[in-house]
């Protein structure tokens, strides 16, 4: 059973960052997509990044290229977010969930996630 626990949610200004982390357990063996999705209220959940277990590929929205930096730290079973250069519309509560490889679709379709963690808010102000 894949478990999953983010941190690291909080309040910042615009143009701060923040990093989020995914401490993952009970997947040893098999290959996962790690995903890291956000739902702010009256929005729809968005895929934001992913990276397959394995370290690469990854993936990211085109909305948080070129800010946002998903790794992984393989000894820990720790996925990372890193969010630069934070905007309002960042403002969300951010989910870390996890499916198995090889799946059908694409990466950021939230509805072949297997696996969910708890979420974690991020609030952007200006």
């Known amino acids: 059973q894949v478990q999953l626990v983010e941190s690291g949610g909080g309040s910042v200004q615009v143009g701060g960052s923040l990093r989020l982390s995914c401490a993952a357990s009970?997947?040893?063996?098999?290959?996962?997509?790690l995903t890291w999705f956000r739902q702010a209220p009256g929005k729809e959940r968005e895929g934001v990044a992913a990276i397959y277990t394995t370290g690469r590929p990854t993936f990211y929205a085109a909305s948080v290229k070129g800010r946002f930096t998903i790794s992984q730290d393989n000894a820990n079973n720790i996925v990372y977010l890193q969010m630069n250069s934070l905007k309002p519309e960042d403002t969300a509560m951010y989910y870390c969930?996890?499916?198995?490889?090889?799946?059908?679709?694409?990466?950021?379709?939230?509805?072949?996630?297997?696996?969910w963690g708890q979420g974690t808010q991020v609030t952007v102000s200006s």
């Open positions: 009970g997947y040893s063996g098999s290959t996962y997509c």
């Open positions: 969930a996890a499916v198995p490889v090889p799946y059908r679709g694409t990466w950021s379709q939230d509805y072949m996630y297997n696996y």
